[in-house]
């Protein structure tokens, strides 16, 4: 420690003999991602640091040793009020045994600023004082006024930094926990200080993971980690000393993830810290206890009925009450005991997969089993299916395909639709938290395994009750209005919720498709449906080419399929275009590669997709120290305008390849690409 020590204060000396103003090599800048904005909104400042090579600054906790950087606004006009600085994910820099956390080459920290609604139009100068330590093998102080002016008017009007805004809003911490995210104490206390460790559930396991502690009064988290991965799991553990009050209840930071040759993302968090015994469990303690949560898991469960994960099976559920009020008694309650069965067989599985987790050593969780992608990708088809069916795309029966096998476990109101209606119900509930079911579970799942068995079934008896009084009451039935030709309509309309159901699922399990993840699933999705039309309108409804019609089913199902469950890589790194960044990569004589693009314009999606974010070309950018950078012109930007007449091109696509010479004229690629073309254009550019 003591060697350590003095080590950082070797280091670390010489700031205090160097002239800030006269010394340091790092640019300040001020960028606006607004030129005009209207009273009431808010526009967003962006400090940019440019560092020299191997130079770096701080993160807002700095670590064992550095400095933050701050901003000090001057003569600020009345009617602005400023935020927190959103500071993006940092790098832990290791030297002498001292660890910080940094930013090298370059770093935009965000401001918001907020503007009044009375504020009076006309231009507005931002002014700021920033200072800073930047550190390479010794450290200088840095200092400098920036400033910068919009004009407050009738309409907003993106600057032509904005670019540079979203790709640092891209490298910012997500305010979103890591899956099954769960803080204990870890060990006996010493003196004042004790071990606290995390467990989450990665989202990337080929992903190398750290915490980054955020700065605390009146306690010191440590910048070291021990990290540990097993089952599925990975274990961060820091060390945590108290300097004045008790020990804290919350414990946060952001839990960075970082990938080989990828820029590092974060999640931040704040959660809550238990006192550990053995694992993440601790024992049962008194009865009253028992019988109070497990009061509360019932009414968690009945609770669940009106939340909106389970509303669309509820409509299910009362358009099957109203097809069977017309049937005897004895088959409504028959009817009801088997949904009830489905659902808490289907607790029953839940709480043995809790078990089994728990014997494993790692930490169970509610709607544990929505954390793995194949199972949520499982209930999007399925809803799919079902809100197709609503819709009368096609009709389920127990005849024909898996597709018609699986509809008719839906839609039936016999014995086998009640009980997977139960299944439905349960699978679609766990993601949803209802008032009373966070802290019965959360107590559930300290708890031995008797334990936790009986509180999954007081919450599917409550899930499942409000039917099963139903089938028992049959008179009630009497309320419901009888069967007619308003039931068509009504089950149609139906439909809608359960086709919101399926737009959420989509937004759970786009984002693990990739960069493009919104488009190829839909895509799928698209497939998908039409698979099915095809199968209700021509096999099940139509009288000939029914074999043709299977065979183009089979084949919208797999490349549904193909798309669906394609796997993502490690893309390129890309960077903002801009003039500054082409001139700043050519005077370092390293090739560079442009994509002008935009969202909307598909063939630039099929150029990248086919020949630029393919393994060749990625290995050959890396071999090469290559630059890559991309011009989004998805909201039109007047300098990508500029720079695409000056190349004769209306519009996007257009790929340049800049040669290392710093003086030849960039190579234009064709507009339909190859892998071939490019990796002839990047070797054409190191020659």
């Known amino acids: 420690m003591i060697c350590r020590w003095l080590a950082a204060f070797v280091v670390f000396l010489p700031v205090a003999f160097l002239s800030a103003q006269d010394s340091a090599g790092s640019k300040a800048t001020l960028f606006l991602d607004a030129d005009e904005v209207r009273p009431g909104e808010t526009v967003m400042a962006g400090l940019r640091l440019q560092m020299p090579e191997k130079w770096h600054t701080y993160w807002r ?19 602005i009020s400023v935020g927190a600085i959103q500071w993006p994910v940092p790098e832990r820099h290791d030297i002498f045994d001292t660890i910080t956390f940094v930013y090298h080459g370059e ?101 190398a993971y750290d915490w980054f502690p955020l700065a605390n009064e009146g306690i010191d988290v440590s910048a070291r980690t021990e990290i540990k991965t097993a089952a599925g799991r990975v274990t961060l553990a820091k060390s945590v000393e108290v300097k004045a009050g008790k020990w804290p209840e919350q414990i946060g930071g952001i839990i960075v993830a970082k990938l080989l040759n990828g820029a590092p993302t974060g999640h931040e968090f704040s959660v809550a810290v238990v006192e550990q015994t053995a694992g993440l469990a601790g024992p049962t303690k008194s009865k009253g206890e028992f019988w109070t949560m497990l009061l509360l898991a019932f009414l968690g469960g009945l609770i ?55 014997k494993a050593g790692d930490a169970a969780s509610w709607g544990m089993q929505m954390q793995y992608p194949g199972f949520r990708l499982t209930m999007l088809a399925v809803v799919t299916l079902v809100a197709l069916n609503l819709f009368g795309v096609f009709e389920m029966n127990l005849s024909g395909s898996l597709t018609g096998a699986a509809g008719a476990l839906i839609s039936r109101q016999g014995e086998t639709g009640a009980f997977f209606n139960g299944v439905l119900a349960t699978a679609l509930a766990t993601p949803c938290t209802a008032p009373f079911l966070a802290p019965a579970l959360g107590y559930a799942f300290t708890q031995p395994p008797s334990v936790v068995v009986v509180m999954f079934v007081g919450v599917g008896l409550g899930l499942a009750s409000p039917y099963l009084v139903l089938s028992f009451r049959p008179d009630w039935l009497r309320f419901l209005p009888k069967p007619g030709a308003w039931m068509e309509k009504f089950k149609i309309a139906m439909g809608f919720p359960m086709l919101a159901t399926v737009v959420w699922l989509f937004s759970l399990v786009a984002p693990t498709q990739g960069e493009d993840g919104v488009l190829v699933l839909g895509l799928a999705l698209t497939l998908f449906a039409l698979a099915v039309w095809i199968w209700g309108e021509f096999v099940q409804r139509g009288e000939s080419r029914r074999g043709l019609a299977l065979v183009i089913c089979a084949a919208l199902l797999s490349g549904s399929g193909y798309l669906a469950l394609g796997k993502s890589t490690v893309g390129i790194d890309w960077q903002p275009w ?7 990569a050519r005077m370092e ?27 060749s070309v990625r290995n050959k950018l890396k071999e090469l120290g290559a630059v890559a950078l991309i011009a989004d012109n998805t909201n039109k930007r007047e300098d990508i305008a500029e720079e695409l007449a000056k190349f004769q091109r209306a519009g996007v696509p257009m790929v340049l390849v800049y040669s290392r010479d710093g003086s030849s004229p960039p190579k234009v690629l064709p507009t339909l690409l190859t892998p071939g073309i490019v990796l002839e254009a990047l070797d054409w550019a190191v020659k």
């Open 589 to 615: 004589k390293r090739p560079v590669l442009v994509d002008f693009t935009a969202q909307w314009c598909l063939t630039c999606k099929a150029n990248k997709k086919s020949s630029i974010e393919v393994e």
């Open 61 to 79: 906790n700095p670590g064992e040793s550095g400095e933050a950087t701050t901003i000090e606004w001057l003569d600020l006009p009345k009617g």
């Open 578 to 584: 801009s003039e500054e960044a082409v001139a700043k």
């Open 107 to 207: 770093v935009m920290l965000l401001v918001p600023l907020q503007i009044a609604p009375d504020f009076k139009p006309g231009n507005v100068e931002l002014k700021a004082k920033v200072n800073w330590l930047e550190c390479e093998e010794i450290c200088v102080l840095g200092k400098a006024t920036v400033a910068a002016t919009f004009e407050v008017g009738a309409k907003r009007r993106h600057s032509k930094e904005a670019q540079r805004f979203d790709f640092w809003k891209k490298r910012m911490p997500v305010a979103v926990a890591p899956a099954g995210l769960k803080a204990a104490w870890n060990g006996p206390v010493t003196g004042k200080k004790r071990s606290v460790r995390i467990e989450f559930t990665p989202s990337d396991p080929a992903a």
């Open 304 to 358: 669940l009925n009106i939340m909106p994960c389970v509303l669309p099976v509820i409509a299910l559920k009362v358009l099957g009450f109203v097809q069977q009020s017309k049937d005897s008694p004895e088959h409504v309650r028959r009817l009801g005991l088997i949904y009830t069965l489905g659902v808490v067989a289907s607790f029953l599985v839940l709480a043995g997969f809790v078990v089994g987790v728990q």
